[in-house]
């Protein structure tokens, strides 16, 4: 909303310097976005002719210039380069005042300067500097005061207002606001009795939609230009002047914040009905919209059509043409959710709609009504008829009952009882004489309602700066984090350990991407109305994302990568959008980092399955299988499930190499790794406090196994015949080398494993750990292993 | 040998080998003087072994002052070979020489975002206030994210914020704020409470260097009897005191949020400048907006069955990305979401 201090003066006698009203205003909550300086802040500067230009001797850059002055010729000098003979141009003379600076007389490489050629923003009618001298219209007189072309010095403030305050959109409320902070009386709204002649128009209120409908005619108007001073005020709102009917319920509106309409008489057919619309009714608005009427708009009607859309937009053959002669103007009320869904479904957000979508003053349909009669009968003549008042329920606010103690509960602070009094007495009718305090607001503030709303205006006026600030106080008792935080932050610290980065994508990805990870639209969550195409869908899995970071920061030299996100994945189960924390990773290249005395190794699937193992180190139960069938975008043979008891909560492998190319990964050889939260961060909770196991006080005993076997088995064989082979003492081993090549028959590997076995209570004898190295032997025999001596 | 004679003996070995030990310039020298003097045929065992030919009496003196020497030069030779070890060793690594300048081995240092790291902060300031740490679905109903806020349909403040719609769903909505988190926790608990609901949230913004379509917010609730707009002040100072240090303070602005009345804007005083001289961080101002709060909306406590006129409470929130922006010097807003790992590795 943007006020202009001039027109803000018509109601209230304020005088404060521009950027303090600012500061006064934000202290209210009314911020000013932009405080901006217009009109002409000069004196002194007259038109002039330019009769001739001659270079300066004594300067390259420099001309003279003689100007015709309409008492004389003066001699000027001027360096600017677009003059021209015969234009009419702005000059200053000795003495003139152009903002703060006084000219003074000049000698320019020693010739004398009689006065000065001026550019825009040396007037200040331009913020920055304008290249070259102002040319002012060719058809002015010479001699006259440059001034009185442009407009007197002025503020127009750029308020933000919010959407509880519809009676701040208008430099009444403005001004109705500030009264009540600098404790300055409002002036009275300047209203001439309108001279009636003739019977009212017939109006008819058919919606309970409507609440309030006044109206007159004025017959025999004259519609010309408006006035300077209205066109004037009405740019500084940003609105160009048409006609001054139009202008004038323009002009009230920001005057008084009540929109009005103004209808050309001639169009309307017997009397106005303000009623709901029939479904599939037809309208064509001012601007030649065709729209398409359902029963929850409301419309203004005559006897055979609509002829405006209430409180939004008039109608094509119903509007002010230059040419009207008998007009109707409307001063109306109508119900905000209606406006507001009328206006959102045809995207036609007008001034207009904003003040009735937020709640007009339905008290002042009457006043704004009398004020535009006035302006237009001043401006374009003609007879006023009677008002119409259709107004059927008339308002009530609801009466607050409160004690000062209520207010101070609220804020947590006192105020003193005069000053509370003093504010609420200014806001509306206010009964402090004995407690409780009876306050009823005025219309145009219907967000008064209860007690917290009048604390908030106690607080207001005086002054939130006086809130105190105490110590903190907590009253609450300790509660644990939810499950997914604590686990995804265990997660993180392993990856962060591990080297990877954690990165953060949009929940949002493409049907591309869906594409290439071959998921399923139907399973997929998709948005109704995404920003674009590449975001219409909510991610299934946190691959696509990290897949994207791969290749944009491939395009930015990285070929080495390991990346992870925490984050949500989400799924359409049987209709109903589900929502999920996860965990994913992708790692690329170096398994460590790039050292020249090392040699290092390319993360591959063994890197990625330790990984996985560390992540998973706690979680009691969860294990790892090879996947029967890994999902479409993994590598059909590289891939494992990590299951919970049979229930798979993620999985690990290598991606497939289409999936990546899809993403113009040039290496595709990426592993992943993918955790659900789901079910993980349940086992989290236990672990927290895992008890510490006994290490034993006697010394383990060490021994080196090899055994050959068939190339083709399983390690996970190997383990099942050590693990069941029946030794009776405490053991653990390590897989120490896998070997093929020369010195083995074609089709068979060297397994070595190193075991330590020992007891809790004593240390073990050398037959025992004899004993236990047979059985192992007998086992691994059995799975067709051939010891090696 | 008489137990004078003896005892001179001993005495002239003792200086002898003393002063070879001190003379003794390596380990094999050394070793030499050890087997010439405590070897099996050393000179001072062989007069140990006369101690045999005294006198009971005679030996009470003489055998403790044997020992005593004997002891004394196995210290003396000791002491000097580790003297001698030390410095051979010494001189060993003075031939040292590698090259100190090469870089270090690197360890695999991995790197939280930048909001993790934002975020952990609030957190953890919070966590010292005793709020507890609530969280909720990022696909919310709209009853949630609007209704029980006291947004109602078709009211212009419903408006304020963008909303992403679920397709083939309607009423589900990708939230706006994390306010949905308060109505479900005050749903199910009963005041007091006093948590923290930090997360995702979803608006159809225009993209561009302070806007993204996703953000993160984080909110407070507090409610109990007798919470006050004081009560939020000093715990929004106390908040911001641990975010930008023991000099912070907070100033309270009227603004309008539909489910908290009193509303208010907070700003914080510039922790850059002081206010006093020109600052690109609060543009002179010395202040800072950094967050929206309020006294929660009679309205919204009697949705979820709180009676406001027993139970009052305060809420707050405020965007993780903005203060990340502002601690980590971080430009623009869509760097959060590029994963540039050349930005990621400076974390």
Redesign the interface.
């Known amino acids: 909303m943007k006020i202009l201090y001039s027109w803000l003066k018509d109601f209230i006698d304020v005088d404060l310097p521009a950027a303090e009203l600012a500061a006064k205003l ?4 009314i911020e000013t976005a932009e405080l901006k300086k217009t009109g002409a802040d000069f004196e002194g500067v007259h038109t002039a002719k330019i009769l001739k230009i001659e270079k300066h001797p004594n300067a390259d850059k420099l001309s003279l210039v003689d100007l015709d002055t309409g008492s004389g010729v003066r001699k000027v000098v001027c360096g600017a380069k677009n003059l021209e003979v015969g234009i009419i141009v702005p000059l200053a003379r000795e003495g003139a005042r152009l903002g703060s600076n006084i000219l003074t007389a000049a000698v320019i490489r020693g010739i004398k300067s009689d006065g000065m050629i001026c550019s825009a923003d040396e007037l200040g009618l331009v913020e920055k500097r304008a290249e070259g001298i102002l040319h002012l219209d060719k058809n002015l007189a010479i001699g006259i005061d440059v001034s009185t072309l442009y407009g007197k010095p002025d503020y127009i403030f750029d308020l933000e207002i ?4 519809p009676d701040l959109l208008s430099h009444l409320g403005i001004a109705r606001e500030l009264s009540i902070l600098l404790n300055i009386p409002l002036k009275k709204i300047n209203l001439k009795p309108v001279k009636e002649e003739g019977k009212a128009f017939g109006v008819k209120i058919s919606s309970s939609l409507c609440g309030r409908y006044s109206g007159r005619t004025v017959r025999g108007v004259k519609n010309t230009a408006a006035p300077a001073w209205i066109t004037q005020r009405l740019a500084a709102m940003g609105v160009n002047g048409k006609n001054a009917l139009v202008d004038i319920s323009n002009y009230v509106l920001y005057d008084l914040g009540l929109p009005l309409h103004f209808f050309d008489l001639k169009s309307i057919d017997g009397g106005i009905n303000v009623r709901a619309a029939a479904d599939g009714e037809k309208f064509e608005t001012l601007d030649g919209s065709k729209l398409e009427l359902n029963a929850q708009d409301l419309v203004i009607a005559d006897n055979s059509k609509v002829v405006a859309l209430a409180g939004i937009m008039g109608g094509k053959e119903s509007g002010i043409k230059e040419n009207t002669y008998d007009i109707f103007i409307e001063a109306a009320y109508f119900n ?3 406006i ?2 009328t206006a ?1 479904r045809f995207g036609m957000s007008s001034e207009a709609s ?1 003040r009735f ?2 709640g007009a003053d339905i008290s002042l349909t009457l006043t704004a009504l009398a004020r535009a009669t006035n302006l237009v009968q001043e401006i374009c003549g003609g007879t006023a008829s009677a008002a119409t008042d259709v107004y059927p329920v008339p308002y009530v606010s609801p009466e607050v009952v409160f004690t000062p103690q209520d207010i101070y ?5 006192e105020i003193a009882e005069e000053k509370l009094k003093q504010i609420f007495a200014a806001l509306g009718k206010f009964d402090g004489g004995k407690t409780p305090w009876k306050f009823t607001a005025p219309a145009h503030r219907r967000d008064l309602a ?1 007690k ?2 009048l ?2 205006e106690a ?2 006026f005086n002054g ?2 006086n ?10 008792a ?2 644990d ?2 499950k ?2 604590d686990c995804g932050a265990k997660f ?1 610290a392993v ?14 990805i493409s049907g591309r991407d869906l594409d290439n990870f071959y998921f399923d639209k139907k399973f997929t ?7 674009s195409e590449e ?1 219409q869908f ?1 991610r299934p899995s946190l691959l696509p994302g990290l897949l994207k ?1 791969a290749a ?2 491939q395009s ?1 030299g ?1 070929t080495d ?3 992870f996100e925490t ?2 994945e ?1 799924a359409n189960m049987k ?3 589900v ?1 999920s924390w996860a965990v994913a990773g992708i790692v690329c290249g170096a398994a ?7 040699k290092t190794v390319p993360a591959d699937f063994y890197f990625i399955k330790g990984l996985a193992a560390q992540v998973i180190k706690d979680f009691e139960g969860v294990t790892f299988a090879v996947s029967k069938t890994a999902p479409a975008y993994m590598h059909p043979k590289i891939c494992m499930d990590v299951l919970d008891g049979g229930k798979a909560v993620g999985f690990f492998g290598r991606l497939h190499p289409l999936t990546a190319k899809a993403y113009g990964l040039k290496n595709d050889e990426i592993y992943v790794f993918n955790f659900n939260l789901k079910t993980l961060e349940k086992k989290f909770k236990a672990q927290e406090f895992k008890p510490a196991a006994d290490v034993p006080q006697f010394p383990s005993s060490y021994r080196d196994l090899s055994f050959v076997f068939d190339k083709s088995l399983h390690y996970a064989e190997i383990e099942k015949a050590v693990n069941s082979a029946g030794v009776w003492s405490k053991m653990s081993y390590n897989l120490t080398d896998v070997y093929t090549g020369p010195n083995l028959p074609e089709g068979k590997k060297s397994v070595t494993l190193n075991f330590s076995f020992w007891l809790m209570d004593r240390t073990l004898k050398d037959s025992e750990v004899e004993d236990n190295i047979s059985k192992i032997a007998a086992a691994l025999t059995a799975l067709g292993g051939e010891m090696r001596k | 040998m008489n137990l004078t004679e003896w005892k001179q003996k001993c005495a002239a070995v003792e200086a002898e080998y003393k002063k070879q030990i001190a003379a003794a310039a390596d380990a094999d020298v050394l070793e030499a003087a050890r087997v010439a003097s405590l070897g099996r045929k050393g000179a001072l065992t062989e007069l140990l072994k006369n101690l045999k030919d005294f006198s009971i009496e005679e030996k009470k003196e003489a055998g403790p002052l044997g020992n005593e020497l004997k002891k004394n030069l196995e210290a003396a030779f000791e002491s000097k070979e580790m003297t001698l070890v030390a410095a051979k060793l010494n001189a060993d690594l003075e031939k040292t020489n590698i090259d100190l300048t090469l870089p270090g081995a690197p360890v695999a240092a991995g790197h939280y975002h930048p909001l993790t790291i934002a975020l952990n902060r609030m957190t953890a300031v919070l966590s010292k206030l005793g709020f507890v740490w609530a969280d909720g679905p990022q696909i919310e109903e709209e009853k949630y994210n609007f209704d029980y806020l006291n947004i109602p349909a078709h009211h212009p403040a419903r408006d304020m914020q963008d909303t992403f719609f679920i397709a083939g769903k309607p009423g589900m909505v990708l939230r706006t704020h994390t306010s949905n988190v308060q109505v479900r926790y005050m749903e199910k608990n009963k005041p007091p409470l006093r948590i923290m609901s930090p997360g995702r949230v979803f608006r159809k913004d225009d993209i561009d260097a302070s806007h993204s379509p996703v953000f993160n917010q984080i909110e407070g609730l507090y409610v109990d009897k007798n919470v006050s707009l004081a009560d939020l002040k000093s715990d929004l100072t106390a908040f911001m005191k641990g975010l930008f240090g023991a000099k912070a303070e907070v100033r309270f602005r009227p603004s309008y949020f539909p489910f908290v009345e009193p509303g208010v804007e907070v700003d914080v005083k510039c922790v850059f400048c002081d206010g006093k001289s020109p600052c690109a961080f609060c543009k002179g101002t010395g202040w800072k907006e950094m967050l929206g709060a309020g006294i929660v909306h009679p309205q919204v406590l009697r949705n979820v069955g709180i009676d406001p006129e027993v139970y009052s409470g305060y809420a707050f929130g405020m965007g993780v990305e903005r203060l990340a922006m502002m601690l980590l010097n971080i430009k623009d807003i869509r760097a959060f979401y590029e994963n540039d790992l050349r930005i990621l590795r400076q974390f």
């Open positions: 934000a202290a209210l909550g919010t959407p509880n305050r905000p959710p209606t507001n869904k959102k904003q979508e937020r509960k609220i804020l947590g602070m209860h917290w709303d604390a908030e607080a207001r939130f700066e809130i105190p600030v105490s110590s903190t106080r907590a009253s609450v300790f509660a984090n939810p997914n935080v993180a990856l962060t350990s591990a080297g990877f980065c954690e990165c953060k994508n949009f929940d949002f969550v998709e948005l109704a109305n995404p920003i975001w909510m970071n944009f920061n930015r990285a990568y390991k990346l984050g949500k989400y209709g109903f959008p929502e460590s980092p790039e050292y020249f005395a090392q």
